[in-house]
């Protein structure tokens, strides 16, 4: 029987966490991509190696980029401050093209390992309104991505799966939970302490406890006091 080979963007986060299930649930041998890019802290970094033991992905890589090198974002450039209340347009936590270059290195891997699938867990209903995380986008990269490869050329189209995309934060929750995700080991948070604290107010911690408060379900998140 042939074995079907998928890589998954794991951030650490809720949202990457939940893919990961969902694409272990589908049958995948699954293969988990992070990125130590210059963000404001590790503490994603260690939730992705916890969440990918935990749901037993077959490898857990983390590719190094200097994302800060170029800043643009409070995620990348510490002069500028994460923000804690809502902001109108796209907020300054967007990197920019980050989830281009992350395709873009899935899709390497991808070719690599033989694998036809992608899995990144962006969202277009509770998030922050970032560009590249619209349907749109979704659709011209897989596009791109067929033009651009060995494996599209030859007719093994790839596939860029964003299984989250009309989902709300409650139903992810909800369904991350019939999958058996521990959330407890995820980080969200824009500025987690090192030991993952949460701050509870930026616009992340925001979208994650009104997730679970929608569930009706206990939210495990460790908070600053």
């Known amino acids: ?64 980029l200097d994302l800060r090198s170029i800043g643009g974002s409070a995620l990348t450039d510490d002069s500028i401050d994460v923000p804690e209340e809502e902001t109108g347009g796209i907020p300054v936590t967007y990197v920019p093209a980050r989830n281009t270059v992350f395709l873009s290195i899935a899709l390497g891997w991808a070719e690599v390992l033989g694998a036809q699938d992608i899995f990144v867990g962006v969202n277009a209903v509770d998030y922050s309104g970032y560009p590249d995380c619209r349907p749109e986008y979704i659709e011209a990269f897989e596009r791109m991505a067929n033009l651009a490869t060995r494996a599209g050329v030859e007719g093994h189209k790839l596939r860029i799966r964003a299984p989250l995309m009309q989902m709300s934060k409650a139903d992810i929750v909800r369904r991350g939970t019939e999958l058996g ?45």
């Open 1 to 64: 029987m042939t074995v079907r080979k998928a890589v998954i963007l794991l951030s650490g986060g809720l949202d990457s966490a939940t893919v990961l299930a969902m694409a272990k649930a589908e049958g995948y041998e699954c293969y988990a991509l992070g990125f130590d890019y210059g963000q404001r802290h590790s503490a994603e970094l260690l939730a992705a190696q916890r969440v990918a033991a935990d749901l037993e992905a077959r490898e857990h890589k983390v590719v190094a």
């Open 181 to 225: 995700v521990d959330y407890s080991l995820t980080v969200s948070c824009y500025q987690a302490r090192a030991d993952g604290a949460a701050c509870g107010r930026c616009d992340s911690c925001r979208l994650r406890a009104a997730g679970f408060a929608e569930a009706g379900l206990p939210d495990p998140t460790v908070y600053v006091q």
